[in-house]
């Protein structure tokens, strides 16, 4: 049998089931390779004694003769936007230091009613704002993937850099991440796992650290497609307590993956064959066109002209609603306070002091676009250009049944690459980000290596509330891939 | 993008200034150093530019998305107290509480 963290969700289930292995045993293998990697810096708290009580609690439901749930004695990993009650949570800002949060949020509340074993916390850019890891307070992660005879460090992508770098390095079995504008799908092909974006509303967002919240998505990041529909049914579901949750069935996800993708249509955009995008992602995509092909689906072309718009809309509403969010660090009442005189002055010296450059950068674009005199010309411009690239997919959804396209432009990049320069960093979100502006489900699943042997992913987009089909292409493009590169560092 | 008034294509994207980021910042309450201004006015009208490319949509007759998927209404609940009874937890996080309250500096001289 493989490495005990080398098994997928799925094998770890049905080991545990067989009791060919204990709970206890799984999530030690895990804490091992942890302290042994501490060197990507992938978590930045590590709850070891919670991890094994938690998992010896796991074994003791087994052999009483009953597992919890789903994800009963799965060792997991909780991006630190996510509050975990008792356990520090920061969303790696300074402003948040020390804060321990005396609550749950309702995603991971519900995973641990399925049994899973939270092995720690992990690094994200700031507050989730960032594509590349490396606006975190407590500094970058580092990606286990190389360049080939290159040994320069990588980046994992971002926001969920942290819980990518984790997946692909065997420190969990799967990992949260959310996504804000591309944040679980673009570091998932950086790091050559799988991801996926679930529809807006589908997982509560009560509880996770807010960051724009009305393209904020938590969902799964896993080594398999299938792993990723095995936590997408533990994390989703209504929640009263965020008033954009859908109070919508869930269904079951792992049950579409077998279903394929015959007799459905696949659309292929062409404004997404955008400037600059790397030869080989561009052969990749029709690669993965015809895998679709073969598997008897029709490829029809679509349009959505309003995509190239998606990335400038997306840079006013996302820092406009991060501006607002972020009112709420104030010194007063949690995390960092910075002495003034006055209250004005307090709240000035801690934010000033609080926030990193990118998020201030943001905070500052937000406040201008919602100032007076420029609401109707920024904020309310691109809320209506927002709404065209949600027509968009509305009308290409009457002809296909999901869309196929690159996850990202390029592959994994070097740490320090491209921090001097804000929008080269903000275009790796080009092709993920008109998903977050419709709410839509978009998955990424790692297809190819580019010329450097680094990973590359393809995404599908589904219809509002149809993970299932997303589920299904992904499993297609999976099968189809037969990715089996690891990352060289873990051989 | 256009400034109050100016016409639809109108490209008024350097029009942060020092002052300007010096009253964006105290509308956000972040004190910025004197030494930064200047590579954040830079750093805005940058990405202003960048978002100014917003102008050459038509947006005429479409009402703006302020829903995280299209035609999604917010729900609303019953207007009763859910919660409370947990002053400890609410001050467990303080920088500085006494005798159940939070500790600010002085508001009224």
Same mark, same amino acid.
């Given at each position: 049998?493989?490495?005990?963290?080398? #098994? !997928?969700?799925?094998?770890?289930?049905?080991?545990?089931?067989?009791?060919?292995?204990? &709970?206890?045993?799984? !999530? =030690?293998?895990?804490?091992?390779?942890?302290?042994?990697?501490?060197?990507?810096?992938?978590?930045?708290?590590?709850t070891p004694e919670r991890a094994l009580e938690d998992?010896?609690?796991?074994?003791?439901?087994?052999?009483?003769?009953?597992?919890?749930?789903?994800?009963?004695?799965?060792?997991?990993?909780?991006?630190?936007?996510?509050?975990?009650?008792?356990?520090?949570?920061?969303?790696?800002?300074?402003?948040?230091?020390?804060?321990?949060?005396?609550?749950?949020?309702?995603?991971?509340?519900?995973?641990?009613?399925?049994?899973?074993?939270?092995?720690?916390? !992990?690094? #994200?850019?700031?507050?989730?704002?960032?594509?590349?890891?490396?606006?975190?307070?407590?500094?970058?992660?580092?990606?286990?993937?190389?360049?080939?005879?290159?040994?320069?460090?990588?980046?994992?992508?971002?926001?969920?850099?942290?819980?990518?770098?984790?997946?692909?390095?065997?420190?969990?079995?799967?990992?949260?991440?959310?996504?804000?504008?591309?944040?679980?799908?673009?570091?998932?092909?950086?790091?050559?796992?799988?991801?996926?974006?679930?529809?807006?509303?589908?997982? =509560?967002?009560?509880?996770?650290?807010?960051?724009?919240? =009305?393209?904020?998505? &938590?969902?799964?990041?896993?080594?398999?497609?299938?792993?990723?529909?095995?936590?997408?049914?533990?994390?989703?579901?209504?929640?009263?307590?965020?008033?954009? =949750?859908?109070?919508?069935?869930?269904?079951?996800?792992?049950?579409?993956?077998?279903?394929?993708?015959?007799?459905?249509?696949?659309?292929?955009?062409?404004?997404?064959?955008?400037?600059?995008?790397?030869?080989?992602?561009?052969? /990749?995509?029709?690669?993965?066109?015809?895998?679709?092909?073969?598997?008897?689906?029709?490829?029809?072309?679509?349009?959505l002209p309003h995509t190239r718009y998606a990335l400038?809309?997306?840079?006013?509403? &996302?820092?406009?609603?991060?501006?607002?969010?972020?009112?709420?660090?104030?010194?007063?009442?949690?995390?960092?306070?910075?002495?003034?005189?006055?209250?004005?002055?307090?709240?000035?010296?801690?934010?000033?002091?609080?926030?990193?450059?990118?998020?201030?950068?943001?905070? /500052?674009?937000?406040?201008?676009?919602?100032?007076?005199?420029?609401?109707?010309?920024?904020?309310?411009?691109?809320?209506?250009?927002?709404?065209?690239?949600?027509?968009?997919?509305?009308?290409?959804?009457?002809?296909?049944?999901?869309?196929?396209?690159?996850?990202? $432009?390029?592959?994994?990049?070097?740490?320090?690459?491209?921090?001097?320069?804000?929008? &080269?960093?903000?275009?790796?979100?080009? /092709? !993920?980000?008109?998903?977050?502006?419709?709410?839509? $489900?978009?998955?990424?699943?790692?297809?190819?290596?580019?010329?450097?042997?680094?990973?590359?992913?393809?995404?599908?987009?589904?219809?509002?509330?149809?993970?299932?089909?997303?589920?299904?292409?992904?499993?297609t493009i999976e099968a189809a891939a037969g990715f089996?590169?690891?990352?060289?560092?873990?051989? | 993008? @256009?400034?109050?008034?100016?016409?639809?294509?109108?490209?008024?994207?350097?029009?942060? *200034?020092?002052?300007?980021?010096?009253?964006?910042?105290?509308?956000?309450?972040?004190?910025?150093?004197?030494?930064? +201004? *200047?590579? +954040? @006015?830079?750093?805005?009208?940058?990405?202003?530019?960048?978002?100014?490319? +917003?102008?050459?949509?038509?947006? *005429?007759?479409?009402?703006?998305?302020?829903?995280?998927?299209?035609?999604?209404? +917010?729900?609303?609940?019953?207007?009763?107290?859910?919660?409370?009874?947990?002053?400890?937890?609410?001050?467990?996080?303080?920088?500085?509480?006494?005798?159940?309250?939070?500790?600010?500096?002085?508001?009224?001289?």
């Amino acid at each position: 049998m493989a490495a005990l963290t080398d #098994l !997928t969700i799925a094998e770890a289930r049905d080991g545990l089931a067989k009791k060919a292995f204990s &709970a206890r045993e799984l !999530t =030690s293998a895990h804490l091992a390779a942890m302290e042994k990697a501490r060197g990507l810096n992938a978590y930045v708290v590590e709850t070891p004694e919670r991890a094994l009580e938690d998992a010896a609690a796991s074994d003791a439901r087994r052999a009483g003769g009953g597992a919890r749930g789903r994800l009963d004695g799965i060792p997991v990993a909780i991006k630190d936007l996510f509050c975990t009650e008792g356990v520090r949570t920061t969303a790696c800002s300074h402003i948040l230091d020390g804060f321990v949060p005396p609550y749950e949020s309702t995603v991971t509340a519900r995973m641990r009613a399925e049994g899973a074993v939270m092995l720690g916390k !992990t690094n #994200l850019d700031e507050f989730a704002m960032g594509s590349s890891n490396e606006t975190s307070y407590y500094g970058p992660v580092t990606n286990p993937w190389r360049r080939r005879g290159d040994n320069r460090k990588l980046v994992p992508g971002g926001s969920s850099g942290g819980s990518a770098a984790a997946v692909a390095a065997r420190l969990c079995l799967g990992a949260t991440g959310t996504d804000t504008g591309g944040s679980i799908r673009q570091p998932a092909a950086f790091c050559g796992i799988a991801g996926l974006k679930p529809t807006y509303g589908r997982c =509560s967002r009560w509880g996770i650290v807010a960051f724009a919240s =009305s393209l904020d998505q &938590a969902g799964p990041m896993a080594r398999t497609v299938r792993d990723c529909a095995i936590m997408l049914g533990a994390m989703a579901g209504f929640d009263p307590k965020d008033s954009t =949750s859908a109070d919508i069935p869930v269904p079951d996800f792992e049950a579409a993956l077998g279903k394929g993708v015959k007799g459905l249509k696949i659309g292929i955009p062409k404004e997404y064959r955008v400037d600059g995008m790397d030869a080989r992602i561009a052969a /990749l995509w029709d690669e993965g066109a015809a895998w679709m092909k073969a598997a008897g689906a029709e490829l029809v072309d679509v349009s959505l002209p309003h995509t190239r718009y998606a990335l400038p809309a997306y840079y006013i509403v &996302a820092p406009a609603e991060a501006s607002s969010n972020l009112a709420r660090y104030d010194g007063m009442r949690y995390g960092l306070r910075v002495a003034g005189r006055t209250p004005v002055e307090m709240y000035e010296a801690t934010r000033g002091e609080g926030f990193g450059a990118e998020v201030r950068r943001r905070i /500052l674009i937000g406040t201008y676009v919602l100032s007076a005199g420029y609401y109707d010309a920024y904020y309310l411009k691109a809320q209506k250009v927002r709404a065209l690239i949600a027509r968009d997919f509305t009308e290409a959804f009457e002809k296909v049944d999901a869309i196929l396209t690159p996850t990202a $432009p390029s592959a994994a990049f070097a740490i320090g690459e491209r921090t001097a320069d804000p929008i &080269a960093m903000y275009l790796n979100d080009v /092709l !993920t980000v008109p998903a977050n502006l419709a709410g839509l $489900p978009a998955m990424s699943v790692p297809a190819g290596l580019d010329a450097n042997g680094l990973p590359l992913g393809l995404q599908a987009i589904g219809r509002a509330f149809d993970e299932e089909t997303v589920f299904r292409v992904g499993a297609t493009i999976e099968a189809a891939a037969g990715f089996a590169a690891r990352p060289p560092s873990i051989g | 993008m @256009a400034a109050p008034g100016g016409n639809p294509g109108e490209n008024y994207a350097m029009s942060v *200034d020092k002052a300007t980021v010096v009253r964006i910042a105290h509308l956000a309450r972040i004190r910025v150093p004197e030494g930064e +201004l *200047d590579r +954040l @006015a830079g750093e805005l009208n940058t990405i202003l530019g960048f978002v100014a490319q +917003l102008d050459e949509v038509n947006t *005429d007759g479409v009402a703006p998305m302020t829903s995280g998927v299209e035609g999604m209404g +917010l729900r609303q609940r019953e207007d009763r107290v859910t919660d409370g009874a947990c002053q400890d937890k609410v001050l467990a996080n303080a920088p500085a509480s006494r005798d159940g309250y939070f500790v600010v500096p002085k508001v009224i001289e």
